[in-house]
């Protein structure tokens, strides 16, 4: 398996390729346009179709349209361009369509900076879109992962015929790291049952549709997902656990944050600090039950984001508020260095190295 040295935004685009997308519909904004930029060069040599729309509005709406066809589509965007997106996925989840978003996060809210940001967190796990719906949240913490969870993406869109989205950040997409890609793969879902792709007078039209007047009827409907999402929660929970065994300080972060954090965890074992690690790395399905388990030994949990805490939440419900949550973080777009974690683990070891 060849390497390559890319960049995240880069390695995204590569491995959407290499996972039989064949359709992307994007329009640039900074940090993700490198992504955008590498799929106009390559899909027209590779048999697939980019096209810049004129909007945000106009790109998930087309996302919309190709899913409906079965066809392996995807889109990208950073923080305020996937707010503009979030009725099409909402769209989409009603549809249930599979379909691959991706978010290079930038600070907020408002235009706010092109730095990175962690800041999306209860967008993408709370409200991307209206309704009662969920989608699918990863969260990768390398380049590596970057390319890794695009083709997961894929997969579990079409598994579960739900929208997914790979929630990275700025620094992710612009970062160079080496990164080796799987072999190419196309989808082995069959969806010529509810794919609008023509039906040659062998079968019934199929009708993509999420609108229904009659009440009853929708609520019979969401109630079915709500089935599905069952099966998601109990089978797609992904997680990592850094020394997770003693530890009496639990740190939790994702994403780039998880990466600092495990530089200061690392340097706080060496000072005799009984610290720990816990990445999610599905952030929807939270793993709630790997963090329970992870936390048995801890007497106190620190949660650390490039944000004001929004996954703290999440911890303190996973652990039914059954240990202290403190949190420390950056925000803005200033990203914290390993050493400030580090003091901040010192502090909570009651100032003893």
Not at 49 to 65: D, H, T
Request: net charge negative; charged share 25%.
């Amino acid at each position: 398996m060849e390497t390559y040295l890319m960049k995240g935004n880069e390695a995204l685009a590569e491995a959407a390729m290499r996972a039989g997308c064949k359709c992307f519909f994007g329009y640039p904004i900074t940090p993700q346009t490198e992504l955008a930029a590498y799929m106009a060069k390559q899909m027209p040599k590779r048999g697939g179709v980019f096209l810049q729309a004129e909007s945000e509005l106009a790109a998930v709406n087309m996302l919309l349209g190709a899913a409906s066809t079965g066809v392996r589509a995807m889109t990208s965007s950073s923080s305020p361009g996937i707010s503009l997106k979030t009725e099409g996925i909402s769209y989409m989840a009603g549809c249930d369509l599979p379909a691959v978003i991706i978010n290079v996060q930038r600070g907020g809210p408002g235009l706010g900076s092109i730095q990175p940001s962690q800041a999306d967190y209860f967008q993408a796990t709370r409200a991307m879109g209206h309704g009662d719906a969920y989608i699918i949240v990863l969260a990768p913490d390398s380049v590596q992962e970057m390319a890794d969870f695009v083709a997961l993406a894929f997969e579990l869109a079409d598994k579960y015929r739900i929208p997914a989205l790979v929630l990275a950040d700025g620094l992710l997409g612009q970062m160079m790291e080496p990164v080796s890609f799987a072999e190419p793969t196309q989808s082995s879902v069959d969806k010529s049952e509810w794919a609008a792709n023509g039906h040659k007078f062998k079968r019934e039209h199929n009708i993509v549709n999420s609108l229904y007047l009659d009440a009853p009827t929708l609520e019979k409907i969401v109630k079915k997902r709500y089935e599905k999402y069952k099966v998601i929660e109990e089978n797609e929970r992904r997680c990592e656990c850094y020394m997770c065994e003693d530890a009496e300080i639990l740190v939790t972060a994702y994403g780039a944050a998880a990466r600092i954090a495990k530089t200061a965890v690392a340097k706080a074992r060496q000072e005799g600090i009984k610290a720990g690690l816990f990445r999610p790395i599905t952030l929807y399905p939270f793993p709630r039950q790997e963090l329970r388990e992870s936390a048995k030994s801890a007497r106190v949990i620190l949660d650390t984001e490039l944000s004001m805490g929004q996954m703290v939440e999440d911890v303190q419900l996973s652990l039914g508020c059954t240990l202290p949550v403190e949190f420390y973080g950056r925000t803005g777009g200033v990203v914290p260095a390993p050493e400030e974690i580090l003091l901040k683990l010192r502090e909570m070891n009651g100032g003893k190295e």
